[in-house]
């Protein structure tokens, strides 16, 4: 999977460190510190697959659930204009471990959507004391293969 620190709404990796947003909060919306401003001169796929992926770096607790909407804005603080382009459902607390990961496909055409800033807003479900997340755009995800003791992988 190829990372690019360009792509980056929330969080940072310096390194082999990866260091998450705080979007924790109660009841309320959490947006990216960063955004991806889609009319400097760069290709993020358009025309490919793109996908929002999202990993916990500190576990979730407090609230019931958090939803992850990739979204796209006319104004830089993704206030204005907001259109959500992928999202990965509510996701229990249960479930947002430290080192769980999500991912979530985007709208194909995204250039077209006219909105000039994408960027993520966390929606916490209840009262969600603690929760920081890492999450980019790219054009895989990491699909993380376990297999049974026992067996031999060629």
């Known amino acids: 999977m190829i990372v690019d620190s360009l792509l980056a709404l929330s969080g940072s990796i310096t390194g082999n460190t990866v260091t998450g947003q705080n979007v924790f909060a109660t009841s ?8 991806i401003d889609l009319l400097q001169n760069r290709d993020i796929g358009e025309g490919q697959e793109l996908y929002g992926r999202v990993e916990v770096t500190t576990a979730f607790a407090g609230g019931t659930s958090a939803e992850f909407q990739f979204i796209v804005a006319d104004d ?13 459902g509510a996701i229990p607390v249960a479930s947002l471990v430290a080192g769980s990961r999500f ?13 000039r800033y994408l960027g ?27 297999y049974p003791s026992g067996f031999s992988v060629l």
């Open 103 to 115: 991912a979530c496909k985007l709208a194909p055409r995204l250039g077209s959507l006219s909105q």
């Open 28 to 35: 309320a919306d959490v947006t990216s510190a960063n955004t």
């Open 76 to 88: 830089a603080a993704l206030t204005t204009n907001v259109s959500v382009i992928g999202s990965t």
């Open 120 to 146: 993520l807003q966390a929606v916490n479900g209840g009262a969600n004391t603690a929760g920081a997340v890492y999450a980019d755009v790219g054009l895989e995800i990491s699909d993380n293969k376990v």
